[in-house]
C-alpha cells in the first residue's frame, strides 16, 4: 500500500515525513507515472494558483480524477481544499471538483493573521485536534452529500468529507497530529485490497467534464 504526496509546490515533506513515521510508503507525485501503485493521495498546502498550473502542466489531473473517481482516498489540506473544492468564491474554475463545497481563499487574512485552535473533531475520538491556520480558506457553502468533520466556535467548517475525498482548512501536518493520515492510511489499505476476489472496485463519484458536476465521499 502506497500514498503519493503531490509534490510539485508547498508543504509537501511534512506530509511524506509523517506518512513515513505512521508506517506507511510515501512517495512524491510530479509526473502521471508516479501515481503508479498508489493508493491514496494528499494535496498539500502551499500557493493553489501556482499549483493549479503546475497541474495542469505535468499532465496529473485527469490521473488524479479517474484515481479518485475509482475510490483511492484524497486528503487535501489548506490549499490542497481549494484544489480538491467545485467551487471557488474568487472566481477561479475548479481544479479537481470532488467536494461539493464553496470555498473562500486567504479567509483569515494574511500570513500575520494565522492562528491555532484545538477543534473537536469526533470521527477521530474524544481528543482535540491541534490545528494550524495559516492563510486559510474557510468554506462558506457545503453540499448535501458532505460531512461536515469540524467546525470553528463561530460555526464556520473546516473539515469536510464526500466519501472517498478529506479536506482541512488547517495543516495538521504541522502541529504533529497524525490522525487525519492515519485515516487516510486506513482507507488506501482498504482501496488496495478490497477483499479477497474482489479487485478494486469503482467508487459510485460521478467525474466532471468540464462543467458538469462531480459527486464524491482547498491559494491560499
Known amino acids: 500500500m502506497k500514498i503519493g504526496v503531490v509534490a510539485l509546490q508547498?508543504?509537501?515533506?511534512?506530509?511524506?515525513?509523517?506518512?513515513?513515521?505512521?508506517?506507511?510508503?510515501?512517495?512524491?507525485?510530479?509526473?502521471?507515472?508516479?501515481?503508479?501503485?498508489?493508493?491514496?493521495?494528499?494535496?498539500?498546502?502551499?500557493?493553489?494558483?501556482?499549483?493549479?498550473?503546475?497541474?495542469?502542466?505535468?499532465?496529473?489531473?485527469?490521473?488524479?480524477?479517474?484515481?479518485?473517481?475509482?475510490?483511492?482516498?484524497?486528503?487535501?489540506?489548506?490549499?490542497?481544499?481549494?484544489?480538491?473544492?467545485r467551487e471557488i468564491v474568487d472566481g477561479d474554475e475548479p481544479v479537481l471538483p470532488l467536494l461539493d463545497v464553496a470555498v473562500k481563499r486567504n479567509a483569515f487574512g494574511r500570513q500575520l493573521d494565522s492562528f491555532e485552535e484545538d477543534l473537536e473533531v469526533p470521527v477521530l475520538g474524544d481528543q482535540p485536534v491541534h490545528a494550524v491556520f495559516i492563510r486559510a480558506p474557510v468554506i462558506e457553502r457545503v453540499g448535501p452529500e458532505v460531512d461536515v468533520l469540524a467546525r470553528l466556535d463561530d460555526g464556520r467548517p473546516v473539515a469536510v468529507r464526500q466519501r472517498n475525498v478529506i479536506a482541512t482548512a488547517f495543516h495538521p501536518e504541522l502541529a504533529g497530529e497524525t490522525r487525519f493520515h492515519h485515516l487516510l492510511a486506513t482507507m488506501a489499505a482498504a482501496f488496495a485490497e478490497p477483499g479477497e476476489g474482489a479487485g478494486r472496485r469503482r467508487h459510485p463519484t460521478r467525474r466532471a467534464t468540464g462543467g458538469a458536476e462531480t459527486a464524491g465521499t482547498g491559494e491560499r
Not at 508506517?23 to 493549479?52: C, F, K, Y
Open 10 to 85: 508547498g508543504a509537501f515533506i511534512e506530509h511524506l515525513d509523517l506518512l513515513r513515521r505512521l508506517g506507511v510508503e510515501a512517495v512524491p507525485v510530479r509526473l502521471p507515472a508516479d501515481l503508479q501503485d498508489v493508493s491514496g493521495v494528499v494535496l498539500p498546502g502551499g500557493e493553489s494558483t501556482t499549483m493549479r498550473k503546475l497541474i495542469h502542466r505535468w499532465g496529473l489531473r485527469d490521473p488524479l480524477l479517474d484515481l479518485a473517481t475509482q475510490g483511492a482516498p484524497v486528503f487535501g489540506t489548506c490549499a490542497g481544499m481549494i484544489l480538491l473544492s
